[in-house]
């Protein structure tokens, strides 16, 4: 989401405007839920901070549409645009979650695993966004990704193969544009904001009984569910040892049994498994 705001920013830069890009994420590791906010304007931009009424809003994983922490639809109108990486369509999402913003669907992960092999998402993700919301040009978007993917250091082959999914994502999306931008409220000298100062009880939470981390479900946070093969495990352990969520514990005879309620999905396990018996399976399939 880091890198998909950080393109869409730069394809508005390109295209003359002052942006300005933030990514807001925890100490959470991979598999975790990221924010990022854009605003772009003709003019200077001295707001600064959390956008609480967006035009838009991007969401790269549709299993945080109703996960009520998340708040993804937080502050979104019937102006307002939401688009959505999903198999489902408009109506079925705007359904299940009970929206008034204008909804649209592509299969980001789709063109992803075709083009690319993985669900590297940020670069289609940002070219669904800038088509879309009729942000950019496709020269601009390109430009933007050649360059934010340079920055992160990708080879010229995955950049190229970044391009054809982005183009393949712009292609395919439909150009619906966003409103136009709300009047400022006219409430004469706008005074500055103040970040609340919070109880020192919230501030600094204390543990203070064990076992709560249960209470805590992340099973919301997956894109793939991964699966055990137990016929090719070895017992080798390593699953268990390296999952960072400790969602992975032994059965008597030692297998290790995934705790879905508490795997987020960051597929760690799938990576490190030496004999590749554990799979892959998209939540929106499962
Ligand atoms: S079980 Fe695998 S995918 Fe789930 S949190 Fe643990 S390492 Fe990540
Ligand atoms: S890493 Fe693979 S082989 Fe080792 S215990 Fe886990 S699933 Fe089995």
């Not at 409220?185 to 600094?204: E, H, K």
């Not at 894109?223 to 093969?229: A, F, G, N």
Request: proline fraction near 7%.
């Amino acid at each position: 989401m880091k890198l998909a705001s950080r393109i869409v920013s730069r394809a508005l830069f390109l295209g003359g405007l002052n942006v300005q890009d933030s990514p807001l994420y925890g100490a959470e590791r991979r598999g975790a839920p990221v924010v990022a906010f854009t605003r772009f304007s003709q003019g200077p931009i001295h707001e600064r901070g959390y956008i609480e009424k967006p035009d838009m809003a991007v969401l790269m994983d549709p299993s945080l549409l109703t996960h009520p922490e998340a708040a993804v639809l937080a502050g979104l109108e019937d102006t307002s645009l939401l688009l959505v990486n999903s198999t489902h369509t408009e109506h079925d999402l705007r359904e299940r979650c009970q929206t008034l913003a204008r909804v649209v669907t592509l299969d980001i992960t789709s063109i992803a695993l075709d083009l690319l092999g993985h669900q590297l998402l940020s670069a289609p993700m940002a070219g669904f966004t800038a088509k879309a919301a009729g942000l950019a040009r496709w020269s601009q978007v390109a430009e933007a990704v050649q360059m934010e993917l340079a920055e992160v250091g990708l080879t010229q082959d995955l950049i190229q193969r970044n391009l054809g999914a982005t183009q393949r994502a712009y292609d395919a999306a439909p150009w619906v544009g966003l409103s136009e931008p709300r009047p400022a409220p006219a409430t004469g000298v706008r005074r500055p904001f103040v970040i609340p100062r919070l109880p020192a009880r919230i501030a600094t939470p204390v543990i203070s009984a064990e076992a709560t981390s249960l209470l805590r479900t992340t099973d919301g946070w997956r894109v793939y569910r991964p699966i055990i093969e137990r016929r090719l495990c070895t017992r080798c352990f390593i699953c268990f040892a390296l999952c960072p969520e400790g969602a992975i514990q032994l059965d008597l005879q030692n297998y290790p049994v995934i705790d879905y309620a508490h795997c987020k999905g960051c597929l760690v396990c799938l990576t490190e498994c030496p004999p590749k018996a554990i799979s892959q399976l998209r939540e929106d399939a499962a």
